[in-house]
């Protein structure tokens, strides 16, 4: 088995459901459209860093940690399920933002108001960079290694992208079971684990007809590709196995979409989202899968997708912001 020698908890009790979007389908022009529905999760609200919490906490677990630290932004969607997953497993959790404390009580529509009713204790270290929140958080480590506890600092990219290689099996044996000739994947590319996590198992276990679009919401092809190898690389080391395809194999990806930048909107990317919940009644994030949509919707008007050819969209989650208002 591909993870039998990997510590891995179960935060997932079934897959996530795959649908077909018919009527957003129809509105662009395509006749087999499907949505894997990572938004739908039965912990804290549900998101793709669900299933990389999987890998996170059994490695946690494994080592004897008792306090798990996490970093973020306030509206983080990692930040939200890893307290969520360590108030299911009893664990301890101290939430770190790289932003300025708010003298306010947290109120409905505030993700602090999320971590407050969960009891967990969040630090603020300052409107910083990711660099210097890194060492905010592992000087803050280092006290609780002083006061006798074991911490473990989560978001190893490695350990974190086995759970979308876990993902790319799952799609794979559902869309055998609908009997669906896969031949298109799209979903957002950021920093890395979930996208290359999800490339690196279908590359595993998918044929070669099978194409994976990648569309950016973060970085140019330049920035991006270096991380994206050296993920690839940490995983097959660490399952000891080789795709029998490359990387960038039938693999597309799209700078096009990004729009004004990370987490800054578009006209086409509330266009994506008004259609979608119109048509299908299903709720996009605006900083990822929203983007995803709008850039799928062009391809599909311009005539460089194959509207006849079954294709899927992850939705990655990150829902909850909408209402926070935190975008």
């Known amino acids: 088995m591909l993870f039998s020698q990997i510590p891995r908890i179960s935060l997932l009790t079934e897959p996530t459901l795959l649908e077909k979007a018919a009527h957003f ?7 087999s459209l499907w949505i894997k529905r990572e938004d739908v999760m039965g912990l804290g609200m549900g998101g793709n860093k669900v299933r990389s919490l999987e890998f996170w906490l059994g490695e946690a677990l494994e080592k004897g940690c008792d306090i798990v630290l996490a970093a ?46 969960m009891g967990v204790r969040q630090i603020y270290c300052g409107p910083v960079d990711e660099q210097a929140r890194k060492a905010f958080v ?40 609908k009997h669906i000739d896969l031949r298109h994947v799209f979903i957002s590319a950021s920093a890395g684990p979930t996208e290359i996590g999800l490339l690196f198992g279908l590359r595993l276990m ?24 050296e993920i690839w690389q940490g995983l097959c080391e660490k399952l000891h196995v080789t795709p029998p395809l490359s990387l960038q194999y039938n693999t597309h990806f799209y700078e096009e979409y990004l729009g ?13 989202l008004r259609l979608l919940a119109r048509t299908e009644g299903i709720f996009l994030d605006t900083t990822y899968n929203a983007k995803v949509f709008a850039g799928l919707t062009d391809l599909c008007q311009k005539g460089h997708l194959p509207t006849d050819e079954a294709a899927v969209i992850f939705h990655t989650g990150g829902v909850p912001t909408l209402l926070m208002g935190e975008e």
Do not use: M
């Not at 389908?25 to 006749?31: P, Q, V, W």
């Not at 399920?81 to 708010?102: G, K, M, Q, V, Y």
């Not at 004004?260 to 994506?272: D, M």
């Open 25 to 31: 389908g129809d509105t662009i022009g395509h006749s």
């Open 72 to 117: 973020g932004l306030p509206p983080s969607n990692l930040c939200r399920l890893t307290a969520a997953a360590c108030c299911r497993l009893n664990l301890d959790c101290e939430i770190i933002h790289n932003a300025a404390p708010s003298n306010t009580k947290p109120r409905r529509g505030d993700s602090r108001f999320l971590y407050d009713l």
């Open 138 to 177: 592992e000087e803050r480590a280092q006290e609780l290694k002083n006061q006798g506890r074991n911490p473990y600092i989560l978001g190893d990219p490695v350990v974190g992208a086995l759970g979308y290689v876990a993902a790319a099996q799952e799609l794979l044996f559902q869309a055998e079971q």
């Open 206 to 229: 998918g044929g070669p007809d099978l194409h994976v679009h990648l569309v950016s919401v973060e970085y140019p092809a330049h920035t991006f590709w270096p991380i994206a190898q």
């Open 260 to 272: 004004p930048g990370y987490a800054k909107h578009s006209p086409e990317t509330w266009l994506a």
